[in-house]
């Protein structure tokens, strides 16, 4: 309604505003037992990953090489040139091992290796593409059809590529020049053959037939030696590198393995070149040096 101008009461006031207490201050509430972080426990410290086996040198890597041998099994880490990086490491080999004996000490003495970026394994066995075919010396009758570059690789974490362990001996020391065979003398008898630096894979002259019935590896393995005594064998070794020398008229043969030590290169002849384990063992790093792995078909 419309006031009279001629009204002279006053205008009733306007009701008094009355300020809003201000809000309950925020409390922060404490952080629940679940947002607490934990401190590890011992446990999850030990199953953490080693940063130290984490490889960083794409550009020139560093291998670690797995010599598995039917006595012992060796393992040392090499720079892009073959240069050792440690010293090498050994363990003995379970007797009659299986796949996972040799996976569990791979890993075990990988552990205490510096840190690498690639798997380069020498077996004593047939090896096909990684695939273990045959191995005589370990316990024969789980081997075969095992793929043995892919369980590693699960292991380590890293690239791997497997080979004959002669083979991967012999990448180490040839010169790549003629015809060059190697032999590599321990729990049994390895043998590779290269012609001009390309290797025929898988050469098991070790298996083949030698004398009295028996093969190389029965007359001239760590057993033998054993029973016949040191003279006795080494009459033996040099009588089987003097018939391979007729079979393959080498210019080179190169003897390796645990127990190349135990004999006189001055009674073997002019061919023959004595070598040592870690010598053997930069064959990882040519093993790694084509595109395609060696024993690929």
């Not at 440690?86 to 569990?104: H, N, V, Y």
């Not at 024969?140 to 991967?168: F, I, K, M, Q």
């Not at 010169?175 to 290797?199: H, I, P, W, Y």
């Not at 898988?202 to 016949?228: D, M, T």
Request: one cysteine or more; proline letters at 9%; glycine letters at 10%.
């Amino acid at each position: 309604m419309s006031r009279n101008p001629d009204d002279s009461s006053p205008a009733p006031a306007p009701p008094r505003q009355v300020e809003a207490a201000p809000p309950p201050k925020q409390v922060e509430a404490a952080p629940s037992p679940k947002q607490v972080e934990a401190a590890p426990s011992p446990k999850q410290v030990e199953a953490a990953p080693d940063p130290r086996r984490l490889g960083t040198h794409a550009a020139r890597p560093h291998t670690l090489v797995l010599d598995i041998g039917g006595t012992g099994t060796k393992m040392i880490v090499l720079d892009a040139e073959g240069r050792a990086l440690c010293d090498r490491d050994r363990e003995l080999t379970p007797d009659r091992a299986g796949p996972a004996d040799i996976l569990r000490l791979a890993r075990d003495m990988a552990r205490r290796q510096p840190p690498f970026d690639r798997v380069a394994v020498g077996f004593p066995g047939v090896v096909e593409g990684g695939v273990v075919r045959s191995a005589p010396n370990l316990d024969a009758d789980t081997w075969p059809g095992t793929d043995l570059a892919h369980a590693l690789e699960g292991v380590l974490s890293r690239p791997v590529r497997v080979v004959n362990d002669a083979d991967l001996a012999g990448l180490g020391v040839i010169v790549g020049s003629g015809t060059e065979l190697v032999l590599t003398l321990g729990t049994g008898m390895g043998s590779a053959l290269f012609v001009d630096g390309r290797l025929l894979p898988n050469v098991e002259l070790g298996q083949h037939p030698y004398k009295k019935g028996h093969s190389y590896e029965e007359r001239i393995g760590e057993a033998a030696r054993r029973k016949v005594g040191k003279k006795r064998w080494r009459r033996r070794v040099i009588d089987a590198v003097d018939l391979l020398c007729r079979t393959f008229n080498p210019d080179l043969i190169w003897i390796g393995g645990g127990n190349a030590r135990r004999l006189d290169a001055a009674l073997l002849g002019p061919k023959v070149r004595l070598f040592d384990a870690v010598a053997g063992m930069r064959g990882g790093v040519r093993l790694w040096e084509d595109d395609r792995p060696f024993g690929q078909r």
